[in-house]
């Protein structure tokens, strides 16, 4: 908690001395979207559950999402499925 809020007071101190205004800073984060997956209570029941064939689904998209700090200008999200030959994860 102590260093949450020092990297506050360090950011906003840095922001005043950048003469930053709230339209310059950004912010971006990712999240995954389990798009196939069922969810925990459903009115499946749990034989139906046990039959062969029965596979929970684990597709996931990626969205990244970015704004600005007043919120006026919000990026489109991007959207990353999966590739059959990921090359960011490529070992050499």
Not at 7 to 24: G, N, P, R, V, W
Not at 32 to 39: H, V, Y
Request: overall charge positive; proline content about 5%.
């Amino acid at each position: 908690m102590k260093a949450a809020d020092d990297y506050i007071k360090t950011f906003s101190d840095l922001i005043k001395a950048q003469e930053y205004i709230s339209q310059q800073v950004f912010n971006c984060d990712e999240t995954g979207l389990f798009w196939k997956k069922m969810p925990n209570r459903t009115y499946i029941t749990a034989e139906e559950k046990m039959m062969p064939g029965h596979k929970p689904m684990k597709d996931r998209l990626i969205l990244a999402l970015c704004a600005n700090a007043c919120g006026d200008c919000k990026i489109k999200p991007l959207l990353v499925y999966h590739s059959e030959n990921p090359r960011a994860f490529m070992s050499q």
